[in-house]
């Protein structure tokens, strides 16, 4: 319920005031290969839809790591609804492929991955979290795909290389 502003007077006392605060909630679960393999030192970020000069965007919560067994906790989080999205350890599985031009293997990788298992963002499905509550079970199964080393050099014309920022109000 919504509270109910008080003034006092200086000097005035007011007892017997009860204020009730709203717990925090959290998200928990685990992050795997998808076969079942533990994804370790991932980052695991929450999401959510803001409002601001009326246009919606989403916006960064909270963020934690994963444990060596792919657990994560994400706390203090008011009443809302999360996107939860994972991201691997950065260059956790280019250190382990063959990236020169010789190899014949596919190169493959995980990808950063939404809750339950999109790489889509569209495909996400939001978590719901009450007022103190404890949700867990949201389980992420990263996404695995074939990826591939670009060599090159980008060669723009000097306007393109004006900062977009200085167009911007």
């Not at 007892?15 to 909630?25: H, M």
């Not at 596919?106 to 719901?128: C, G, H, N, Q, W």
């Amino acid at each position: 319920s919504a509270g109910s502003p008080v003034t006092l007077q200086p000097g005035q006392e007011l007892k017997d005031v009860q204020l009730k605060a709203t717990p925090f909630g959290v998200i928990a679960g685990t992050i795997r290969e998808a076969d079942g393999e533990p994804v370790a030192n991932a980052t695991v970020s929450l999401y959510e839809w803001s409002l601001e000069k009326g246009r919606r965007h989403i916006v960064g919560v909270n963020s934690s790591q994963t444990d060596d067994l792919g657990a994560c906790r994400v706390a203090g989080l008011p009443a809302g609804k999360y996107y939860v999205f994972a991201r691997p350890e950065w260059g956790r599985d280019w250190r382990l492929a063959d990236h020169s031009p010789k190899s014949d293997t596919r190169k493959e990788a995980l990808v950063p991955t939404f809750y339950p298992a999109a790489i889509d963002p569209a495909a996400a499905s939001l978590v719901e979290v009450a007022a103190g509550a404890r949700v867990t079970g949201i389980d992420v199964v990263m996404a695995r795909t074939q990826v591939f080393s670009v060599r090159g050099v980008v060669d723009a014309p000097a306007a393109a290389h004006r900062s977009s920022r200085a167009d911007r109000p």
